[in-house]
């Protein structure tokens, strides 16, 4: 492919970098099929099949003046090598955003939320190590989730966007940091039968890195949705149905067992109560006895 470039007042681009340059970025993008053989500017253009970016120095593409350097055949012609070349095949980046569109909002708003409940609705002294290993799961599923969004990031240039950067925290606090503190929660109820700074951190941060996660998700839909057209309006609005139908269930059944542990404490603080009473009564009576003639 040959470009012949005439340049007056774009010697600078919209970032600030000269455009004579010896990394100048282009783009390019390609379609197969039949060619747009037309001279109507508005014309349908297809979507591409592929598109691409490369890097050329163009210190070594500078000519002479011409009136026009599309006619003039005695214009200099050099021959410029790309550089740092990226190809990108569009129906397989639309498979990549499909999949990481769809594990980690799975992950996220439906697996993390109800396997952390799950303690709360089967209590047992299996369950702590069925949450464990459910969440595990979910954690390998995030992660992969996040693996198939990098290579996305990648493809669209986007590697440090605001909601790559917070995908990046969430998913590597959760694995930093929750196996290890519920597993020191975990050896401490064993022992002790109570709760630890390692349970409270445990729960609290888990609660922060799920609503974190899930905020990111609805960013991540806004997002795409901004930026490309075959994405349903609905996407974004179905999503957030989810997240309040999810919170909503989340917190009722916190809630519930939270009245359930009180009214236990209740309950047995009124059987040791009663007890006690029961005690001193009959102690009473026995030293009543005791004093008959």
């Not at 290579?151 to 909601?163: E, I, R, S, T």
């Not at 290890?180 to 409270?200: A, C, I, N, P, V």
Request: net charge positive; hydrophobic share 40%; with cysteine.
């Amino acid at each position: 492919m040959t470009a012949n470039i005439r340049c007056e007042s774009c010697m600078q681009l919209n970032k600030g970098d000269s455009i004579m340059g010896s990394s100048s970025p282009w783009g390019w993008a390609m379609s197969s099929g039949t060619p747009l053989a037309s001279g109507n500017v508005s014309a349908t253009i297809q979507m591409h099949d592929y598109h691409g970016i490369f890097t050329v120095d163009l210190t070594k593409a500078i000519g002479g003046n011409s009136s026009n350097p599309f006619l003039d055949t005695t214009y200099s012609r050099l021959n410029v090598t790309p550089s740092k070349q990226l190809q990108v095949d569009e129906a397989f980046l639309i498979r990549k955003r499909i999949a990481h569109g769809g594990m980690t909002p799975i992950a996220f708003l439906l697996l993390f939320p109800n396997f952390a409940i799950l303690i709360h609705i089967f209590p047992s002294r299996y369950v702590a190590w069925i949450h464990a290993l459910l969440q595990m799961f979910t954690t390998c599923l995030a992660l992969a989730g996040l693996g198939v969004g990098v290579f996305v990031a990648k493809d669209l240039q986007v590697v440090g966007g605001y909601h790559q950067t917070i995908g990046y925290v969430v998913i590597g606090g959760i694995v930093l940091f929750q196996p290890f503190l519920g597993f020191m929660q975990h050896r401490h109820f064993r022992k002790t039968g109570e709760t630890s700074l390692y349970g409270l951190s445990h729960r609290w941060f888990g609660r922060l890195f799920m609503v974190i996660g899930i905020v990111n998700g609805g960013l991540g839909f806004h997002y795409a949705y901004q930026n490309t057209p075959d994405i349903p309006p609905a996407a974004p609005i179905i999503y957030g149905v989810v997240c309040g139908v999810v919170g909503l269930i989340y917190l009722f059944v916190i809630m519930r067992s939270r009245r359930k542990a009180r009214s236990k404490t209740a309950n047995t603080v009124s059987r040791t109560l009663s007890g006690l009473s029961n005690s001193i009564e009959m102690g009473g009576i026995s030293r009543e006895k005791s004093r008959l003639p």
